[in-house]
């Protein structure tokens, strides 16, 4: 969490500032090649594609600085070879490299395939050196497009869709990763990789729900937590509390928005049983913003008045975002989590007026793929407008980059199997639009047999990926390793929280749709204290 506020306050807004990969498999039946072979060869392209140039190189290893805005570094990395796949889709004029990294030595035999965050398609060098650091063979691709941040290839110079591009992006580059780096590990090695995984968070964690969805045969086990999932919608959707903000002419400050959230979860903690600083079920909690109203908060050293104004804000943007006639359009930003992640504004100007700094990776969605004008000032979006950009978002987008088909038979009868853990403090992916997903599965192909190939933990009070070490931790890899090698289907993640006062709570996640109650007794840190149950009616 402390990265992640460092980067915002560094002026920049990522959808996934941390979705690195920390937790790792132990690895298996290790192997050593010597001396490995770190040349060259001739790749099969994939269908539709032509290999531009392939290249190698060895690398001692040691340690790895992850490039772009994330950065990032990882320590005592093995040697590897560091393969390079250049694609391109003829007539297209994209050039998609996919990196494939081979630990030189103690390869596990299985192979990783790494998401990417925000705008980029793939990993910065973290996810690699880490993967590789536990064995693993390890790829992503960069689809063509760029670093986090980079919207600069949406748009051609016509001003129109780079249609080529945002399939890449979308889909059609993950899944020639996948046959690429197989294929890499495969001639280098001798041998296939005995087991292949995908592992990704937030932009990372919605490529992984697409290979399910389009894929299924690529990866035996798919590791997507705070999955960017339903794109077309949330990406709307999260620019809510902006257009909320601008239309009631009403700017609440991080301080005051604190002030709700910490009221919020102190008045919801009790609902699992113990007052322990999280809040097991924000969508279930009632807390009314009103009841603050007149309350005097003290921000930067001046007491302030907590108005009917800024509870209203918080109201509609906990609400999620509406039609003009009411009719709900996406689930809000979840009690608990930081609102001013969505809801920032600017520092006051020498009249002490502010307005609006939006969320860049929304923001850019709605001016660039909606507007097609990438300086388009969002700042003027009314309500009416909004609804107007939800429903062209879902007309254009939907089957391109929607990620949302419930239909898993296909990767149910290939025998992989579907992790997910989403924070329910999530302040840019709302948690419910991942549950509405699970939801949806569950009705098309049958209640309580979807456990047998997909499972999904919610993690209170964690924010955006942050079980990957920025807020709490879990080894959700190791799980879903010892689901697919040896059949143990996980029952609970086992994982470390982070209360509201900032003390680490042991907590073993339960499966959706269950719930954790306290026992009545025991230590609330500890998670013998507390047991999995079905969720009481509302």
């Known amino acids: 969490m402390k990265r992640l506020l460092t980067v915002l306050a560094a002026g920049v807004p990522l959808a996934a500032v941390m ?149 890449n992006f979308a889909d059609r580059s993950q899944h020639e990763l996948a046959l690429v780096g197989k294929q890499v590990v495969d001639e280098v090695y001798g041998r296939a990789a005995s087991y292949s995984y995908w592992n990704g968070c937030s932009t990372g964690g919605r490529q992984g729900y697409m290979e399910a969805q389009r894929h299924p045969d690529d990866f035996d086990g798919i590791l997507a937590d705070a999955p960017a999932i339903n794109w077309d919608e949330f990406e709307v959707a999260t620019l809510w509390p902006q257009v909320v903000m601008n239309n009631e002419k009403t700017y609440p400050s991080s301080c005051e928005f604190k002030a709700f959230t910490d009221a919020a979860v102190k008045a919801c903690d009790p609902l699992d049983g113990v007052e322990d600083g999280l809040v097991e079920d924000p969508a279930r909690c009632d807390f009314d913003a009103r009841r603050l109203i007149g309350t005097k908060v003290v921000c930067d050293g001046k007491e302030l008045t907590i108005t009917a104004a800024d509870a209203t804000v918080v109201r509609k943007i906990w609400d999620g975002p509406r039609t003009p006639s009411g009719r709900k359009l996406w689930p809000g930003v979840p009690v608990g989590a930081d609102l001013s992640a969505l809801a920032g504004t600017t520092a006051p100007d020498g009249n002490g007026n502010v307005k609006g700094a939006p969320f860049g990776v929304p923001a850019a969605w709605v001016a660039t793929w909606l507007e097609k004008q990438p300086d388009f000032d969002v700042s003027t979006i009314t309500y009416g407008g909004f609804a107007k950009l939800f429903k062209q978002s879902e007309a254009e987008y939907d089957k391109v980059i929607g990620t949302d088909a419930p239909d898993l038979s296909a990767f149910r009868k290939s025998g992989g199997k579907l992790l997910t853990w989403h924070g329910q403090a999530d302040q840019y992916i709302p948690t419910q639009g991942t549950v509405a997903y699970r939801e949806q599965v569950e009705r098309e192909m049958g209640g309580a047999e979807v456990d047998d190939f997909y499972r999904l933990f919610l993690a209170p009070g964690t924010d955006h990926c942050g079980l990957n070490g920025t807020d709490g931790s879990a080894d959700g890899l190791a799980a879903l390793t010892a689901w697919v090698e040896h059949g143990k289907a996980p029952g609970t993640l086992p994982a470390t929280l982070v209360n509201a006062s900032g003390q680490n709570a042991a907590r073993d996640l339960c499966g959706y749709p269950r719930v954790s109650r306290y026992k009545g007794h025991g230590d609330p840190a500890a998670a013998a204290s507390f047991r999995c149950v079905l969720p009481s009616r509302r």
Do not use: M
């Not at 570094?73 to 393969?83: G, I, R, S, W």
């Open 19 to 167: 979705y690195l990969p920390t937790a790792s498999a132990a690895p298996g039946n290790s192997s050593a090649f010597a001396p490995l072979p770190c040349s060259t060869f001739s790749v099969k392209a994939p269908a539709g594609t032509e290999v531009e140039s392939v290249t190698a190189a060895r690398r001692p290893g040691g340690t790895v600085h992850g490039t772009g805005i994330l950065g990032g570094t990882v320590t005592d990395v093995p040697a590897y070879c560091e393969l390079t796949v250049t694609l391109t889709h003829p007539g297209d004029g994209d050039h998609a490299k996919v990196r494939t990294w081979l630990p030189v030595n103690g390869w596990n035999g299985r192979f990783q395939a790494i998401g990417g965050a925000a705008y980029a398609a793939g990993d910065n060098g973290v996810g690699l050196a880490t993967a590789v650091k536990y064995g693993y063979a390890a790829a992503t691709t960069d689809a063509g497009v760029g670093d986090v941040l980079d919207t600069g290839w949406a748009l051609n110079g016509a001003r129109q869709v780079n249609t080529a591009l945002l399939k």
